[in-house]
């Protein structure tokens, strides 16, 4: 097994995994197991799927929009204050300008797409489980 591939489905596994164990959280929150018709079990059903396909899509959209620079001046801001208020924290202070810049060379978080692809799959369940809520 090539070490990518390797990559990717422990990727895939662990996300599966944490959105698993959300989806039973939540089916134990909302008492599953008193549900005593086959609606309350899909709507039950839906919104287990529906939050960590929600969340996992949202985690990957803050990475892009993070990725695009979004935060910068917030982090240029800390880490301003920290200089400021700590004493001995550090560096020469340098100007937004080359703040950004050094920030942009660095590039950003590759290899986030299986957060996007992940939620999809929760969401795509979801989705079947109100067809089946709203056909009773």
Known sequence: M????RNNLL?????VF???LM?????????????????QRYRILSDAFTIPGVI??????????????AFEGISYIFGYAFQIFVP???KKH??????????????????????FFTGLAF??????FIVLFYAQ
């Not at 990727?11 to 996300?15: A, E, N, Q, R, W």
């Not at 929150?29 to 609606?39: F, P, V």
Request: glycine share 16%; aromatic share 12%; hydrophobic share 45%.
């Open 88 to 90: 001995g924290a550090g």
């Open 94 to 115: 340098e100007k937004y300008g080359d703040y950004v810049e050094r920030k942009r060379q660095k590039g950003g978080v590759k290899g986030f797409g299986f957060l």
């Open 11 to 15: 990727k895939y596994g662990i996300t």
């Open 18 to 20: 944490i959105g698993a």
């Open 23 to 39: 989806v039973w959280l939540v089916i134990r929150g909302y008492g599953y197991a008193e549900a005593t018709t086959a609606a």
């Open 56 to 69: 996992f899509m949202l985690c990957a959209l803050l990475v892009l929009v993070s990725n695009k620079g």
């Open 123 to 128: 969401l795509l369940i979801s989705i079947v």
């Open 2 to 5: 090539s070490k990518k591939l």
